[in-house]
């Protein structure tokens, strides 16, 4: 089979491999859409998880089952699915301390384009079919299916992880694909004011259609000068954190009330340590928590997040703003998610 590979930190292009293997829990899926991740970047060009050599890319797909093991139960050839971008094996200690997205070690849930081959192939291997997949619901298009696969899941997560609440001013920064997510997300959860980091005109628009009510721009000084002077010095009661960099958590403290949470789900691509304020955190004692975590995978995640989509709760529609056709546009795609031209959110190649 073909894949797009990482070749080296900086090089990437196709390769042929072998068709993985299916073991009797497994399923072998062939793609019917992909999207390309900042994720695809970091690790691409920047090296941020280390150098990679001929390892397939690529970590979110929707698909068609091609091939199931022998104990898979719930899933056969022909089924139209949907498949996260974190596949945990859910009989791993890790996933029944409740952090299954670590099974086998920190991170190592995340095993698309990390550990193993990723989805910028003909065919795929996805590890504990039962627990992993979800049937696609009727009628959606392959292209929405896959910002199930990272984007609502992750930027959800990060409104778990800042445990929004009724009523509350939640700011998020960065409005990305996952950002957006955070906003729609915050706005479900009952947030009665969202303040938004960003600047793209695109993305304003999506996220004024989520719920986000106010907007400030990293260019016109300091984020938390701006959220105090939004917020009359009170501050914001969550943060989610979509983007930004090590140094990004310095305001977020700052403009954060006591007692306050922080729910990061940025990917750190680069820099040792991330910058906390002393006296802003209230000398270590201000009650500020920061929360950091990758996304939960598995079928019981997206079986519940395609259901907000099927009850008319969830647009996806505003993610997709490039779709291109066939494999021959993989790497066009990549390279559009790396230089973000100010027409894009999320570009998606649908395998005609």
Known sequence: MKGYAMLKIGESGWIEKDVPKCG???????????????????????GAIGDRHDMILGHEASGEVVEVGSEVKDFKPGDRVLVPAITPDWNSLEAQAGYSMHSGGMLAGWKFSNFKDGVFSEFFHVNDADGNLAH???????????ILSDMVPTGFHAVELADVQFGDTVLVVGIGPVGLMSVAGAALRGASRIIAVGTRPVCVEAAKGYGATDF???????????VMELTGGKGVDRVCMAGGGVETFEPAVKCLKPGGKIGNVNYL????YVNIPRVEWGVGMGHKDIRGGLMPGGRLRMEKLSSLVTAG??????????????WDRIEEALFLMRDKPADLIKPVVAID
């Open 216 to 226: 400030i721009s990293y260019k016109d000084g300091p984020i938390d000068e701006q």
């Open 136 to 146: 696609m619901p009727e009628g959606m298009d392959p292209a929405d299916a896959c």
């Open 269 to 272: 691509g680069s820099g040792d």
């Open 24 to 46: 009797p829990l497994d399923a072998i899926v062939k793609p019917l859409a992909v999207a390309i991740c900042t994720s695809d970047v970091h690790t691409l060009w920047e």
């Open 313 to 326: 709760k969830l647009d996806l529609h505003p993610e997709v703003t490039h779709l291109f056709h066939g």
